[in-house]
């Protein structure tokens, strides 16, 4: 919205069009979004905290976490307020990759509310049963994937880029939409499995968000697109505010959400924010990257599906616990300590995927 009141501004000063460089509008947009999470923060915090909006603990958990009962949740709606505004702020509004990304974070954010509230509320403990959950996050995915594809004006918008190969580009036509929509499902679902500690789902979250923000930027930039041998989009680089925003955002709720944590994300964060993720990654075609990067996320899902798979096959447990970071728990680990040690983990996941910009 201020970038159409910069270009009003200009026609009376040209120093209003230093608000049309991308860089400096991605600044601005995390620097409003950690400002907007300091501000609402401690309010939403005492209000949830009043409503007696609290988490419950699992009996078979970790003892350490029976403290936290009680703990307020659902403050993830903080960050989708806090990326919400900072994007109609400072993005350019006029650019259908911002609206398909704001739709996938509004409509997460609503099905995972509406989980949240039936089982905090309402003390419904099943919330959203799986199923329905599944059904209307593919449902608004598969939303998301069908504007995308409808409105590609570049075949290689819907097309499979390998990393590490720089001119492999395989044309997926209509499955361009269905794989899409599993990426953003997958990754919803994955940052929720992974939200178990103080912490541990939002900083991994906010770098890969981070570095999503690079690739943004080079593939929306023909010059450096060509020189990296990446695919030029034309109006991708808007990605890198949204990117920026999700950062300032996740940094802001990680200062209340850092151990010993005052508040939690919930669903109505988890999902949203991991949709965000896999739909950005969708529009950079860096599905396979983000699988890199998110690596964290991908392993704590598949403990969760080997766990479960083998115990009803078997009878026995691969695991102690699962997701992936409970079983480190039990096996005597502090829980700051599995939490820097993922996101350890995460930041040299990171890099990797970074990497796969010149190394083609």
Known sequence: MLVYVAEYLERFHSGFNVFSYLTLRAILSALTALLISFIVGPGMIRRLSAYQIGQSIRDDGPESHLPKAGT???????????IAVSALLW???????????????????????????????????????????????????????????????????????????????????IFYVFFSA???????????????????????AVLVGGALGVFAYATGNFNFANYLGIPFINGVGEML?????????????????????????????????????????????????????????????????VQVGLYKITRRRVFLMAPLHHHYELKGWAE???????????????LVGLSTLKLR
């Open 72 to 82: 307020p949740t659902m403050g993830g709606a903080l960050i989708l307020v806090a």
């Open 91 to 173: 993005a350019d509004l006029g650019n259908r990759f911002v609206w398909v990304v704001l739709a996938v974070l509004t409509s997460f954010g609503l099905i995972g509310l509406i989980d949240d509230y039936k089982k905090l509320v309402l003390k419904d403990s099943r919330g959203l049963s799986a199923r329905r959950k599944i059904f209307w996050q593919s449902v608004a995915a598969i939303a998301a994937a069908l504007v995308l594809f409808w409105t590609a004006r570049d075949p290689i918008e819907t097309s499979l880029i390998l990393p590490f190969f720089k001119n492999f580009a395989l044309q997926m036509g």
């Open 182 to 204: 599993f990426v953003v499902v997958g990754t919803s679902n994955a940052v929720n499995l992974t939200d178990g500690l103080d912490g541990l789902a939002i900083m991994p």
């Open 241 to 305: 505010v949204i990117c920026a925003a999700l950062t300032g955002a996740g940094l802001g709720f990680l200062w209340f959400n850092t151990y010993p944590a005052q508040v939690f994300m919930g669903d109505v964060g988890a999902l949203a924010l991991g949709a965000v993720l896999g739909v950005v990654a969708v529009i950079v075609r860096q599905e396979l990257v983000l699988a890199i990067m998110g690596g964290v996320f991908v392993v704590e899902t598949v403990s969760v599906i």
């Open 336 to 350: 700051p300590k599995v939490i820097v040690r993922f996101w350890i983990i995460t930041f040299i996941l990171v």
